[in-house]
T-cell receptor
Framework: DAKTTQPPSMDCAEGRAANLPCNHSTISGNEYVYWYRQIHSQGPQYIIHGLKNNETNEMASLIITEDRKSSTLILPHATLRDTAVYYCIVRGLRSGGSNYKLTFGKGTLLTVNP | EPEVTQTPSHQVTQMGQEVILRCVPISNHLYFYWYRQILGQKVEFLVSFYNNEISEKSEIFDDQFSVERPDGSNFTLKIRSTKLEDSAMYFC???????????FGQGTRLTVV
């Protein structure tokens, strides 16, 4: 799976948009970009994923650059409850395999401040 | 909203004892996973399971670990002879398909003393 690079931490003011960047310059054509978050030591929570088009759901928007080498997760109106570690994961098919495991890195600790 | 449930939420066991961690995946999901997270460290993949067999396992998943789907609803992780270093949060996850999003349970905190 392609490696991702994220800043270790970011701050955001409550009510503002939080923009979390991720670099994945070695991504290949069949690999998706997934975003999860983890609040304290709870189970990772799925946020959104995409292949090459921008995606939006009720939680967030995902912007993927045209060359697919980087992406940005956007939380449009961050709240205190959005404070968490956010993981950008490139998910692909293991050679000869049939399963797509998620490989977690260290992620970005987003702190939303009042 | 359907969710993955794990029991127990916290398990304390003596070194050398066997433990079984239980998970009920989302009902129409066919792909199942176990991950673990040692305190302060990354979430690590252990094993994936589909069609009653292991699809992939990591180096962590050695002979002391086993997984089973004993009936139509449960998915279990067994650690045969626990070691101190097995102390961690263990997360179960499931997905409908191999490429669809995986949903995680809230985890079981295993403490080996």
């Amino acid at each position: 799976d392609a490696k991702t690079t994220q800043p270790p931490s970011m701050d955001c003011a409550e009510g503002r948009a939080a923009n979390l960047p991720c670099n994945h310059s070695t991504i290949s054509g069949n690999e998706y970009v997934y975003w999860y978050r983890q609040i304290h030591s709870q189970g990772p929570q799925y946020i959104i994923h995409g292949l090459k088009n921008n995606e939006t759901n009720e939680m967030a928007s995902l912007i993927i650059t045209e060359d697919r080498k980087s992406s940005t997760l956007i939380l449009p109106h961050a709240t205190l409850r959005d404070t968490a570690v956010y993981y950008c994961i490139v998910r692909g098919l293991r050679s000869g395999g049939s399963n797509y495991k998620l490989t977690f890195g260290k992620g970005t600790l987003l702190t939303v401040n009042p | 909203e359907p969710e993955v449930t794990q029991t127990p939420s916290h398990q304390v066991t003596q070194m050398g004892q066997e433990v079984i961690l239980r998970c009920v995946p989302i009902s129409n999901h066919l792909y199942f996973y176990w991950y673990r997270q040692i305190l302060g460290q990354k979430v690590e993949f252990l094993v994936s399971f589909y069609n009653n067999e292991i699809s992939e396992k990591s180096e962590i998943f050695d002979d002391q670990f086993s997984v089973e789907r004993p009936d139509g609803s449960n998915f279990t992780l067994k650690i045969r002879s626990t070691k101190l270093e097995d102390s961690a949060m263990y997360f179960c996850a499931s997905s409908e398909g191999p490429r669809t999003e995986a949903f995680f349970g809230q985890g079981t905190r295993l403490t080996v003393v």
